[in-house]
T-cell receptor, first 111, second 113 residues
Framework: KQEVTQIPAALSVPEGENLVLNCSFTDSAIYNLQWFRQDPGKGLTSLLLIQSSQREQTSGRLNASLDKSSGRSTLYIAASQPGDSATYLCAVGGGADGLTFGKGTHLIIQP | EAGVAQSPRYKIIEKRQSVAFWCNPISGHATLYWYQQILGQGPKLLIQFQNNGVVDDSQLPKDRFSAERLKGVDSTLKIQPAKLEDSAVYLC???????????FGEGSRLTVL
């Protein structure tokens, strides 16, 4: 059974810092990995999708990497802003199956 | 392009009552998912549809939960009778292609008193 762990559970940093969120998964036989953002009381917003054959994906100030063999992914946020404050969720998928989620990292960017 | 639509956004009921949630996926998306998200947890898959057929309902508590997707478009998730531990956000998601990006709705927040 796939298990996804996200570290740290919570993180608070001053505005402008670069930061890294970590995600690990137990079964490396994944089809893809997706990072989401969730604001309080809202649904999930997709940030980046990495296919199993890819090593990384970039969107603006966000960069996600995938090391399938070691069961790890990182989400790098450059030059953090208060608007980046949210919960970040990592999820892994097995192709046509649904995604298995971690519990998320609650991020606060201090102005 | 319209996103995944869900209703109602909020529902408060007493235990043993029933409730139903509705989802309209992104147009053309064949795969539809219902997830349950308890406060402080990541979403947990309840059921997956491919068109109007069930692909995976292994984590759906079938004694009280039911879901259908008539005509392969809209879907309804029902809980009857509700328990206190069913208090959660129920998220609907859809996907167009296998292995493609998953898109979520805003969710339906259920409080069972």
């Amino acid at each position: 059974k796939q298990e996804v762990t996200q570290i740290p559970a919570a993180l608070s940093v001053p505005e402008g810092e670069n930061l890294v969120l970590n995600c690990s998964f137990t079964d490396s036989a994944i089809y893809n990995l997706q990072w989401f953002r969730q604001d309080p009381g809202k649904g999930l917003t997709s940030l980046l999708l990495i296919q199993s054959s890819q090593r990384e994906q970039t969107s603006g100030r966000l960069n996600a990497s995938l090391d399938k063999s070691s069961g790890r992914s990182t989400l790098y946020i450059a030059a953090s802003q208060p608007g980046d404050s949210a919960t970040y969720l990592c999820a892994v998928g097995g192709g046509a199956d649904g995604l298995t989620f971690g519990k998320g990292t609650h991020l606060i960017i201090q102005p | 392009e319209a996103g995944v639509a869900q209703s109602p956004r909020y529902k408060i009921i007493e235990k043993r009552q029933s409730v139903a949630f509705w989802c309209n996926p992104i147009s053309g998306h064949a795969t539809l998912y219902w997830y349950q998200q308890i406060l402080g947890q990541g979403p947990k898959l309840l059921i997956q549809f491919q068109n109007n057929g069930v692909v995976d309902d292994s984590q759906l508590p079938k004694d009280r939960f039911s879901a259908e997707r008539l005509k392969g478009v809209d879907s309804t998730l029902k809980i009857q009778p509700a328990k206190l531990e069913d208090s959660a956000v129920y998220l609907c998601a859809s996907r167009g292609l296998a292995g493609g990006e998953l898109f979520f709705g805003e969710g339906s927040r259920l409080t069972v008193l």
